[in-house]
């Protein structure tokens, strides 16, 4: 299957600053790279659909200024938080739509974010 | 909202098949079934999916009834690996669409 890295894995910030975590397509190119949150013990939530040359599109009660999509290019999408709380503490996984046959979306490994 | 109900926890003893089951009632003619997994603190897995014949992969095989209403994935002999949160989802043709994740099954495999 398609191969997705992110990075950082883990990040541990102070609040009140921006944290940029990297979503990257290592053997095809996707034209949309989605973006989900996974709170302890539960399911993974969608945030945000992203797709390249165009602004994401965000999910009900996602906060688009807060959560910063970018997708300049076809193997690289960026999620910023900004002005990270507390609350924001979350695992955020990245996962790539791969058209044609198998039509499935393949999975980073994830960014696990703390803030203090 | 999930579309898909699945029992939340299941064991299973090590080299033994495991069968998890998939409720999807509302399901619509053009809806595919999933299946990803996910193994602890890392990210989905895909496994397999199906439209209405029964499919077979590597990893594991999906049996879909014939009224569509239900599925049931199967790792044929299971392994302490193969722990993990199991989840069914369905969804429409087309890579663009997005995946709507339930809570899924927590599959224990017991040596």
């Known amino acids: 299957g398609a191969v997705v890295s992110q990075h950082p894995s883990w990040v541990i910030c102070k609040s009140g600053t921006s944290v940029k975590i990297e979503c990257r397509s290592l053997?095809?190119?996707?034209?949309?790279m989605f973006w989900y949150r996974q709170f302890p013990k539960q399911s993974l939530m969608l945030m945000a659909t992203s797709n390249e040359g165009s602004k994401a599109t965000y999910e009900q009660g996602v906060e688009k200024d807060k959560f910063l999509i970018n997708h300049a290019s076809l193997t690289l999408s960026t999620l910023t938080v900004t002005s990270a709380h507390p609350e924001d503490s979350s695992f955020y996984i990245c996962s790539e739509s791969i058209q044609g046959a198998r039509e499935t979306q393949y999975f980073g490994p994830g960014t696990r974010l703390l803030v203090l | 909202d999930a579309k898909t109900t699945q029992p939340p926890s299941m064991d299973c003893a090590e080299g033994r098949a495991a069968n998890l089951p998939c409720n999807h009632s509302?399901?619509?003619?053009?809806?595919?079934v999933y299946w990803y997994r996910q193994i602890h603190s890392q990210g989905p897995q895909y496994i397999i999916h199906g439209l209405k014949n029964n499919e077979t992969n590597e990893m594991a095989s999906l049996i879909i009834t014939e009224d569509r209403k239900s599925s049931t994935l199967i790792l044929p002999h299971a392994t302490l690996r193969d722990t993990a949160v199991y989840y069914c989802i369905v969804r429409s043709k087309g890579g663009s669409e997005k995946l709507v994740f339930g809570k899924g099954t927590k599959l224990t495999v017991n040596p």
């Open positions: 053997d095809f190119q996707a034209t949309t």
């Open positions: 509302t399901i619509s003619g053009n809806e595919y």
